[in-house]
């Protein structure tokens, strides 16, 4: 049986792979998917990696900054038992699957949220662990700093840079317009606008973004977005239910 035109679409800029989980919440409410993917993800398996983890894991709290940090960690040496960070649902649920059994997450799943942990107060925290890539949540090390903490930093893995497929691109000039943003991350918003022709790159201005945060809502407004909808959280179903709307309707709402 041959599955019905999608009536909207949504656009990702997730790492190469890993688009399936917003394919799958994009397709229960009628849509498909476009994967602008501006990386891939890769392990560092070295021994300076190594020793920086063991390190980090050998802080009073340790923060994971995403679930493919806890992989990449969990492939370079067995996690011990500690106090774990996630910055969101499925950083911890990453780490629980690894074995962790104290995982703390914020309500607020954002660099903002993070901060607001007890356990990374400057009245809690001696040292803190951070697990993490180069690049990643680029304003939570200089914060915890700030507060007089020392940071312990391993990055465990890396993005690197794709072109971006020609299909997907063919397919953003074809979608139905406007399309739908979903943005997790500035850095990925920034590479990929770098790689678009001009006349993919005017077909991804007419998207409404679906920021994960205050912050990226922020970014995508300063990038020439003008319309911006800000989800309850980074997960794939808060970012389709923010574009489809308070009434859940299966077509987003502009």
């Not at 960690?73 to 996630?86: F, T």
């Not at 949540?137 to 391993?154: F, K, N, T, W, Y």
């Not at 397919?171 to 317009?177: F, G, N, S, T, Y």
Request: charge should be positive; include cysteine; proline fraction near 8%.
């Amino acid at each position: 049986m041959q599955s019905p035109t999608p009536r909207w679409t949504l656009v990702s800029l997730r790492p190469r792979g890993g688009h399936d989980s917003l394919r799958r919440a994009a397709a229960r409410h009628g849509g498909g998917l476009v994967a602008l993917s501006p990386w891939q993800l890769q392990d560092r398996d070295d021994a300076a990696s190594r020793t920086a983890l063991q390190r980090a894991l050998s802080a009073d709290a340790v923060v994971f900054t995403s679930p493919a940090a806890v992989r990449a960690a969990a492939r370079l040496q067995a996690l011990p038992a500690m106090v774990a960070c996630a910055v969101g649902s499925g950083t911890a649920a990453a780490l629980r699957r690894a074995g962790v059994a104290e995982v703390r997450v914020p309500g607020r799943m954002d660099t903002e949220g993070l901060l607001n942990l007890p356990e990374l107060a400057a009245s809690a925290a001696g040292r803190i662990g951070l697990v993490t890539a180069p690049g990643g949540r680029g304003a939570l090390q200089p914060a915890l700093e700030q507060r007089g903490i020392e940071v312990l930093r391993a990055d465990v893995y890396e993005r690197v840079p794709v072109a971006l497929p020609r299909r997907a691109v063919d397919a953003l000039r074809d979608a139905p317009r406007p399309p739908v943003l979903a943005l997790t991350s500035g850095e990925a918003l920034q590479q990929v606008m770098g790689q678009l022709p001009a006349d993919a790159l005017d077909a991804l201005r007419t998207a409404t973004v679906i920021a994960a945060s205050e912050r990226l809502a922020a970014i995508a407004r300063e990038a020439g977005f003008e319309r911006v909808r800000i989800a309850r959280s980074p997960r794939p179903a808060d970012l389709v239910a923010a574009a489809c709307g308070p009434d859940g309707g299966r077509v987003p709402v502009a």
